[in-house]
């Protein structure tokens, strides 16, 4: 079965360090990979994707994930964070009939 | 980039009552819609697969009486709530999806709707 996890609940994160927020995916066939933001009542906002070519992809507002087969992860990164970071995180993958698999999301926190 | 929107923002409802939500594809046709549900801190639930023309595709667990879907157009698909009940209350959420002039597989989501039924 296709499934994506997202390990942890929440993330914290002191402003200007550096940000991961870890997923791993089981798919069949090459996976398409997708990481959202979700602020509070807002929709998602879609922040990059992974179809193929280069494992590292660059994203919207500074993030970037690295896609990495061997461990079947797609973990977003940040180099330096900021307190408007914080929200809700979700990590998804493109099942075969085209669904959009979502992980449970991650919330992180960046403080002051 | 492609628009999805959906009306209304959100809505608040009398139990018993019926509540619709659309969901539109701005500037582009949607080869598919997805209605999924979003309760509190937690993850999004897809609840349907919508094809225009043709009849919704619920996921287990998802009552089509309940949550009544129609595809009017390539740019349009509602969600209508029937009898509604507090606990139906939550966050819903539309994407179209698309195949792009490169032959990509785009997918966009609307703003969501927030439902208080009370």
């Known amino acids: 079965a296709q499934s994506v996890a997202q390990p942890e609940d929440q993330v914290n994160v002191a402003e200007g360090n550096p940000l991961t927020v870890k997923c791993t995916y089981s798919v069949s066939g090459n996976p398409y990979l997708f990481w959202y933001v979700q602020y509070p009542n807002r929709g998602l906002q879609f922040l990059l994707k992974?179809?193929?070519?280069?494992?590292l992809v660059k994203g919207s507002y500074g993030f970037e994930a690295e896609f990495n087969k061997s461990q079947t992860s797609f973990h977003l990164k940040k180099p330096s964070a900021l307190v408007s970071d914080s929200a809700l995180y979700f990590c998804a993958v493109r099942a075969l009939d085209d669904k959009i698999i979502f992980g449970k999301g991650t919330r992180l926190h960046i403080l002051p | 980039g492609a628009v999805v929107s959906q009306h209304p923002s959100w809505v608040i409802c009398k139990s018993g009552t019926s509540v619709k939500i659309e969901c539109r594809s701005l500037d582009f046709q949607a080869t598919t819609m997805f209605w999924y549900r979003q309760f509190p801190k937690q993850s999004l639930m897809l609840m349907a697969t919508?094809?225009?023309?043709?009849?919704?595709?619920?996921e287990q667990g998802v009552e089509k009486d309940k949550f009544l879907i129609n595809h009017a157009s390539l740019t349009l698909s509602t969600l209508t709530v029937t009898s509604a009940h507090p606990e139906d209350s939550s966050f819903y959420i539309c994407?179209?999806?698309?195949?792009?002039?490169?032959?990509?597989?785009?997918?966009?989501f609307g703003p969501g709707t927030r439902l208080t039924v009370t």
């Open positions: 994407s179209a999806t698309m195949i792009s002039g490169t032959g990509a597989y785009e997918q966009y």
């Open positions: 919508s094809n225009e023309g043709s009849k919704a595709t619920y």
């Open positions: 992974y179809i193929t070519g280069d494992n």
